[in-house]
């Protein structure tokens, strides 16, 4: 193989993103919940009342997955499904009330996550180099997509 | 269950978005995608991809022991002992008569195959990124996310 390990971008991009994830899930594990399930209350906020496809989309995972983690989620009543009423097959994922106050709760702890991830990975770059990355991180995704 | 069994059930179930902060949030999704590309690859090998650091890792270098858990403590955060004992049930490693630690043959042919994969997706990244971005700042982007990965902790 001739590419050096750090050059893969998978490689690069899994180590860093453990790091950075090992962060929110050691802070979150004192809030017993799972940066998973934070990132899906966080879209059913901004958004009630998703099919599981589009939530599976918009979570980047794929609908079984999300079914496993739903179901903990339910059974935390922090979430519920509901019947579609556009298709009686189908069911719509909401936010339940005790999910919303747990979301409000959690998100100066998410900022404040997000502030410590910051000072520990980026400090000694620019706010200019720092913005680039991130913009760059966003723009491989629409083009990988 | 607690909430250690519950966060590693959600890893296993290839949940990389595992942070919510648009740091992490980014990255995971893009690694969710990446990770796709090599998803045939890794199932046909029965591999995840803690399995793939470590035999990047296992390949590239000698290891004594004491590299090995540095290494899975400090990069991975993986609970060093079991992946020692997967790798050794895999064969992947194998201890001398002196209790180290030495990569296999295995290794080698594992990552002939993951690294056919990788180059592959870092081509076709490379090709869609400079219609938008110059080779300084797509070296810039790597050497930032390799940063990330290395910073003291």
Redesign the interface.
Known sequence: ?????????????????????????DAL?DH?I???Q??VL?CLAEQDEQRVRELAER????SS?LT??LD?MEKSGLVERRPDPADRRALRIAITAKGRERFTTLTPV?EE??ER??A???TG?RRE?IE???S??????E??? | MTQGSESSRESAEGIALAAAGDVGRSMAALFTMTIQRYQDTLHDENLDFGDFILLNFLASTAHWREGLVEFLLNVTGDNPQRVVERALEHGWLVADSDGRLHATERVDELMGKLGQAAQEFNQRWRERMSTRFGAAELGGFLAMLQDVGRAPR
Do not use: W
Request: charged share 20%; hydrophobic share 50%.
């Open positions: 193989m001739n590419l050096e390990r750090e050059e893969m971008l998978c490689y690069s991009l899994g180590v860093a993103m453990r790091r950075v994830s090992k962060i929110y899930a594990a017993d799972t940066p998973p934070v990132f966080s979570v980047c995972l794929d997955s496993g983690l903990r998410m996550l997000t991830v910051h520990e990975f980026f770059y180099q680039l990355f991130l760059m991180l966003r723009h491989a995704q083009a990988m997509a």
